[in-house]
Each structure stands twice: as C-alpha cells, then as structure tokens.
C-alpha cells in the first residue's frame, strides 16, 4: 500500500470504500493476535465469536432500521398526509 493510494481516488465512496477495508482488514488482524492470546477452550471461543457476529447483525439491522425510519419521516415532513377522506370517484366519471 502506497502514500498516494487515496489520492488517486476521486470519490467519495471510493475513498470511503477503501477505508472501510482497510480498517476491516486491521480488525480481522487484531481480532487474530487477540484469540492466539486467549487461554480458553475452543468451543468456547467459537461461541464468543458466534455471539460478536450476532451482536454485529443486530446493530446493523438497528442502523438500518433507524436511516429507514429517519427517510420515512423526511419523506412525510417534504409531503404530508392529505387531510380528509380517502379520494373518491366521481359518479359522473364512471362509465356504464
């Protein structure tokens, strides 16, 4: 990896996209050296790891949850709700 690496990258979710590896591939290496130094029985930290996935999902689904609640009420302030009852179909409209 180079100085420049970043530099070359235009955009902004390039370059976010190429943090966000990096800093994955850091926390895999931490997440290494740390398990080497454990003194607990393998079925054990198997479930520690199991339970660290888990808890990963559910604050991502959590974030998700919340940005998509977040649009929904931005989307409800730029067009509210009509006030009144449900559109109905002129009688004269119709056709016979």
């Known amino acids: 990896m180079t100085m420049n690496t970043t530099k070359k990258r ?11 590896q990096i800093q994955t591939q850091y926390g895999r290496l931490w997440l290494r050296a740390r398990f080497r130094r454990l ?3 393998p079925a054990l930290k198997l479930i520690i790891l199991a339970f660290a996935g888990l808890l990963v999902l559910a604050i991502t ?36």
Do not use: E, N, W, Y
């Open 10 to 20: 235009t955009s902004f979710t390039a370059r976010l996209t190429h943090i966000m």
């Open 39 to 41: 003194t607990l029985p």
């Open 61 to 96: 689904g959590t974030l998700l949850l919340m940005v998509d609640l977040i649009s929904l009420m931005i989307r409800l302030i730029k067009r509210p709700i009509p006030h009144g009852s449900l559109r109905q179909v002129r009688l004269s409209a119709k056709t016979v």
